[in-house]
């Protein structure tokens, strides 16, 4: 075979053996970092063949702890005595006021903070509505009220009304704003209104 003018057979060994040297001390450097490598290349296949699961098709989530509405309406001395009673913590929900006097909610119109119901190990029970209602609703409830049989008398800034039916002692309390509804069944603490405003309008 002719010889390709120019070429130079030494230098073109001498050039190869330093590009395999090089290729070597790449391939030792290389080595420690082949496991972390490896790793990744199995985390992204592994990202990838894992379709995330549809809304409501996987497990169902760990319940979250509701806000507790509730508690927050009650002095320590009070809250004590609801518990005690009922042996452990009320039914905490959205359902709307307690009320004889059909035409009252919807005069009102509340938006619901929450409802809380003791019940007693025994005998008894309280349900309480906690509603934002218009500024000028105290007005409305004393005129819906005393012509129902309700007994009216001022609450502050507010009106407090009341009276007994077959379910029991019916409490309507609307002040600023809010609108306090409690049904006391069988069951009825001392001062529970006042110490319940003591958390709603605190002086």
């Known amino acids: 075979m002719a010889r390709i003018g120019g070429r130079?057979?030494?230098?073109?060994?001498?050039v190869g053996l330093v590009c395999t040297a090089v290729v070597g001390a790449l391939l030792v450097l290389a080595v420690p970092a082949l496991p972390v490598g490896f790793q990744m290349?199995?985390?992204?296949?592994?990202?990838g063949t894992s379709a995330p699961e549809a809304a409501g098709t996987g497990a169902?989530?760990?319940?979250?702890?509701?806000?507790?509405?509730?508690?927050?309406?009650?002095?320590?001395?009070?809250?004590?005595?609801?518990t005690q009673r009922a042996g452990g913590e009320p039914v905490q929900d959205a359902s709307p006021p307690v009320s004889s006097a059909a035409d009252l909610s919807a005069a009102?119109?509340?938006a619901v903070r929450v409802t809380c119901t003791f019940t007693g190990v025994n005998t008894g029970r309280i349900v309480t509505t906690v509603s934002d209602v218009p500024g000028d609703a105290a007005g409305v409830v004393k005129a819906?009220?005393?012509?129902?049989?309700f007994t009216c008398a001022e609450f502050g800034d507010g009106v407090r009304c009341e009276r007994s039916t077959e379910a029991g002692i019916e409490e309507q309390t609307v002040r600023d704003?809010?609108?306090v509804a409690t049904l006391f069944a069988g069951?009825?603490?001392?001062?529970?209104?006042?110490?319940?405003a003591l958390q709603l309008w605190p002086e």
């Open 187 to 196: 069951w009825r603490p001392d001062r529970y209104l006042e110490r319940v």
């Open 8 to 14: 130079n057979s030494a230098m073109a060994w001498v």
């Open 177 to 179: 704003g809010i609108w």
């Open 41 to 47: 290349m199995g985390d992204t296949l592994r990202a």
């Open 60 to 82: 169902p989530e760990a319940p979250t702890t509701a806000t507790p509405e509730c508690r927050a309406l009650y002095t320590e001395a009070l809250w004590s005595e609801l």
């Open 108 to 110: 009102l119109a509340p």
């Open 144 to 149: 819906t009220l005393e012509t129902t049989g």
